[in-house]
């Protein structure tokens, strides 16, 4: 029987007695249970999961929601060799768990652990590594092709999310894969926040029939007598389309090329089994719809799937509760503040998110200024390029994106905003090192990939007032603007009530010292004043990385016999190489250090190791200036 945990206390603190996945550290393991041990064995792998999320934090409801499909999934499907892949991976912890890896699961998103997200190096079964949403059927795709290539016939299977399927690569890859008669399966996790809500015994039962081989041999039969009939076939095409399109919400993938199944209930292990033994054995491009319920299992995260996305590591069993540290607001609070207040100021005012309402803060916003918001689903391209479409006829749209999915919409950025020189704001989250998510979600390159845009504005504030002041500036720039801040709080500044702008182009010196001048793009300023006072150091809040204050470096050349660039970004073509450019552009021979992260992925960690790891914390900005010294 499928247990329910209705409170946030019967989570488990002590490791739960799970004698059936015990017999199950592997796939091929799972795959020698009976059918009927199932269901117990999605019990137990749901309190191991629980167990497991609680002792370290991290993913949450999601994975929840796919205990029974994962099980099916590896069940059915000869994992390794037939390949499955994950979209997005937020919710393939229990496929780690299920896949070698339940041992380890103590480890993850720490520092030399298992990552937050699949990954090629971490295991043979993670065929695909992911973190950003809407990849998994081109990759699928891309390995069915080439088994057939290689004369192989296993199978390739893509598992993706409603919210991932908004995206339009998504649709590319739908496009494609009937165009090549690729034999691969896509099964849609729809977790019953968007697409149908069309679950029960009658959609259960017509999956089955239309994914049995009795079916599919009286298709085909059917199909050589009717072909023989001029017309006969497409009408009987045509009535077996719209039949099923009453019943089913599948005509628009059946119109791709797809053969559509479901949707059926994604908790329903039985069903499950059934049908993906079916849809193995068919040929071509086979589409499975599955309803699940996002947090099954765990009835406050069933209630609210939002707020239950993730949690924070749970406190022992006798343990008193960890008391938290007083904080100010969060950056991206500090943003949805302003945004409320400049919509107030100005009506022209839009807000455009690509599915981040919470993580940018636009809760309040989308409150008070329903007609002025827009959240376009996960889909950075066309954020941008609609951004683009109101600042032409007068609007002055603000995007909220973090940096990392910014990179997704690199060529709209270019193409559709600066070359046309277009009046639109981006405030930037997550800039730099975000932690236990890892590379695929570190905002490490945008002060590179921005700097070298003709007529991009780009401000690094250094705390809350800063970032404040800065996207007023940015707002009330003639062009397009960028403010690029981390994620989670700042030094807690008081905060200036107005919207007063900041000169543009205008660094500040916040410490005068002699010999060695620090020169900070963003939130190390804190660490270089530290280092500024051990060193007696001049520090400098540059706050501008286009346009750089050209006077205030020449002034710091001149008057100091070491320069140290200071970011949160790439030191390859970050806001050190435009001190650098400058330098050498003007023939000023200078010693200069780069500190910045360097040229490799930093892995997954707590955000202090991982700048620590960069040498970006106080002792690192001290011991490179000490070694450059010397």
Sequence with gaps: MRQMLK???????????????????????????????????????????????GQTGGHFGAGLGV???????????????????????HQAYPHKILTGRREQMASLRQKNGLAAFPRRSESEYDTFGVGHSSTSISAALGMAIAARMQGQKRKSIAVIGDGALTAGMAFEALNHAPEVGADMLVVLNDNDMSI?????????????????????????GSKKVLSRLPGAWEIARRTEEYA????????????????????????????????????????????????TKKGKGFAPAEIDPITWHAINKLDPVDAPPTPKAPSGPRYSNIFGQWLCDMAAADPRLLGITPAMKEGSDLVAFSERFPERYFDVAIAEQHA???????????AKPVVAIYSTFLQRAYDQL????????LDVLFAIDRAGLVGEDGPTHAGSFDLSYLRCIPGMLIMTPSDENEMRRMLTTGYLFEGPAAVRYPRGTGPNAALEPGLEPLEIGKGVIR????????????????????????????????????????????????SHELL?????????????SAVAEFLAGEAIVKPLLQLGLPDIYVEHAKPAEMLAECGLDAAGIEAAVRARLA
């Design 414 to 421: 270019i193409h559709d905003v600066a070359v046309q020189n």
């Design 384 to 394: 941008v390029t609609l951004a683009a479409g109101m600042a032409c006829e007068g």
């Design 511 to 558: 410490r005068q010292g002699s010999k060695v001048a620090l020169l900070v793009f963003g939130v190390q300023l804190p660490e270089a004043l530290q280092v500024g006072e051990t060193l007696d150091a001049t520090v400098v809040d540059m706050r501008f990385v286009k346009p750089l204050d050209e006077a205030l470096v020449r002034q710091l050349a001149d």
């Design 7 to 53: 409170t946030f206390h019967e989570i488990p603190r002590l490791r739960p007695q799970t004698p059936l996945l015990d017999r199950a550290a592997t796939p091929a393991q799972l795959r020698r249970l009976g059918e009927a041990e199932l269901e117990e064995l999605a019990n137990e792998l749901r309190l191991e999961l629980l167990y497991s999320v």
């Design 564 to 576: 140290v660039t200071i970011e949160e970004n790439s030191i390859m073509g970050g806001a050190g």
């Design 196 to 220: 149908s809500r069309n679950v029960g015994g009658m959609s259960n039962y017509l999956a089955k029939i239309l994914s049995s081989r009795t079916y599919t041999s009286m298709r085909e």
């Design 67 to 89: 205990i029974e499909l994962t099980i099916a999934l590896h069940y059915v499907f000869d994992t390794p060799d037939d390949r499955l892949v994950w979209d997005v991976g």
């Design 244 to 291: 099923k399109g009453m019943l089913v919400p599948g005509t628009l993938f059946e119109e791709l090329g797809w053969n559509y199944i479901g949707p059926i209930d994604g908790h329903d292990l039985p069903t499950l089994i059934a049908t993906l033994r079916n849809m193995r054995d068919l040929s071509g491009p086979q589409f499975l719809h599955v309803v």
